[in-house]
């Protein structure tokens, strides 16, 4: 069964961010704080996930979980927290077992629970998570097979739900805006501000094949380090923008600025004479395009207003995909305690190969030696062909009842439990 699996958690949904903090394992000696916690509480596997919305200790035991679980970890990994502090972080913390600990990490790796439903990041995390605690030689075979199976559910969540599609942040949203206005790739951009959000834009700008990019700003190395991204790349002090006449298709502005930068002279300073209709983006809040532009000349204009309402229909979107992700993890639970029983089979017969062969060289240097050895060679090629033939049929027999035993008692459990959610 699953029941040797369980995960104490504390997430964004149980405590605030700074509580969180508290139950991490303090940084330094992480490894060794780990080792103790596992040896304390009698945990034969352990793996560690921290995120900045989740800290999460999965383990294996043999041994029944008492409900103190929690504090008795907490003691070992924050000895320094008072009584208070520590009941404080024990009460919001939760500790689940068995097949509903599977469960929640399937949730975790599908991004069901993470602050952005559908943010991939977690797979990365989970997987370099795994990785340090096997390093440390924390886990062991439960938990590579839980892992493995984990990281193959969360692919198929992502492959077969719209969970993750949709882009939530502000900026990807303006920029599939921007090439949804069909802005060609030899387009000339003009970024008006390099600080983390436009510098953001830049790198989609870049990864999206643009590479015609003037990039303004008051601090000239700030422009500089976002126009070195790109091939035909160009930094100007901000001062600089009143005098460019070399003209645009698309003007992308943010900075932090509190009035208008770009007023209706500047903007058809900056047209120079052209008067097709150009791609503005703006981010800043409040915005740094005068919005009298609109009416003056052709532009499609995209600020973060709209795309707000963009993202909460994305957001929404996302949450409706839950439903389909849910599905996909109860067939995976029951599909992983097929596989686990198979595993635990595998594990509990892995002697019996050995075991084979030995009676197989017993026969033939032994109990037969004498009448073997008296054989002619062509003989003795044959007999060794039929022992080795029975030796791998042999091996089999008992592997494959062993598995169709725990097959059937999958199956049962299954529509006990089918039966017991019915009843309830
Ligand atoms: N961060 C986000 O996710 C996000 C999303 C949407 C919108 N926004 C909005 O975007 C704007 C910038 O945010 P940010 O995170 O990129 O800020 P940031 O990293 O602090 O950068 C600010 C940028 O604005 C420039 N700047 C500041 N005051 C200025 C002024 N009075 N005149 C001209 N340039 C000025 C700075 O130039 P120097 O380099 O010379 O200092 C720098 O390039 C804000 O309005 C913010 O509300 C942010």
Not at 273 to 279: C, Y
Not at 318 to 338: G, L, P
Request: aromatic share 6%.
């Amino acid at each position: 069964m699953l029941d040797g699996y369980h995960i104490l958690t504390i997430t964004h949904r149980d405590a605030p961010l700074e509580l969180i903090g508290q139950a991490l394992v303090p940084s330094g000696d992480d490894g060794e704080v780990l080792q103790r916690l596992k040896a304390h509480l009698g945990w034969s596997e352990l793996l560690y996930l921290s995120t900045c919305n989740r800290v999460m200790y999965l383990f294996y035991s043999q041994q029944p979980v008492s409900e103190e679980t929690a504090s008795e970890a907490l003691r070992v990994i924050r000895p320094d927290l008072d009584e208070n502090r520590l009941l404080q972080l024990r009460s919001r913390m939760r500790l689940l077992h068995g097949a509903q600990a599977v469960q929640h990490l399937f949730e975790v790796a599908g991004s069901l629970d993470s602050l952005v439903v559908g943010e991939r990041e977690i797979i990365r995390q989970l997987r370099e998570a795994y990785d340090r605690s096997h390093a440390m030689r924390l886990t062991g075979d439960h938990l590579r097979l839980l892992m493995r199976f984990t990281i193959e559910t969360a692919k198929e969540i992502y492959s077969n739900t719209g969970i993750g599609e949709k882009a939530l942040s502000v900026v990807a949203l303006a920029f599939a805006e921007m090439q949804k206005a069909g802005l060609p790739k030899h387009a000339r951009i003009l970024l008006v501000g390099a600080g983390q959000t436009n510098t953001l834009f830049a790198k989609f700008l870049k990864k999206g094949g643009y590479h015609h990019v003037t990039v303004f700003n008051r601090s000239i190395e700030k422009a500089q380090a976002a126009a070195q991204l790109f091939s035909a790349g160009n930094a100007l002090p901000l001062d600089a923008l009143e005098h460019y006449t070399e003209g645009f298709d698309a003007l992308i502005v943010c900075t932090g600025a509190t009035q208008a930068i770009v007023t209706p002279e500047l903007y058809r300073r900056l047209l120079a004479g052209d008067a097709a209709r150009k791609i503005v983006v703006d981010l800043s809040v409040p915005n740094n395009v005068d919005k009298d532009i609109l009416s003056d000349f052709a532009v499609r204009f995209i600020e973060v207003e709209g795309l707000r309402n963009t993202a909460r229909e994305n957001l929404a979107h996302r949450e409706r995909e839950k439903e389909k992700a849910e599905a996909i993890i109860a067939q995976r639970i029951y599909d992983y305690r097929a596989l686990w029983h198979e595993r635990q089979v595998e594990r509990s017969l892995s002697h019996i190969p050995d075991e084979v062969r030995a009676v197989k060289d017993r026969a033939i240097n032994e109990v037969f030696g004498k009448e073997f050895a008296g054989l002619d060679p062509s003989a003795q090629e044959l007999m060794l062909k039929m022992m080795n033939y029975m030796e791998k049929k042999c091996v089999a027999i008992p592997m494959k009842a062993a598995k169709a035993i725990a097959l059937h008692a999958q199956r049962s459990h299954h529509s006990k439990e089918t039966a017991h959610r019915a009843k309830g």
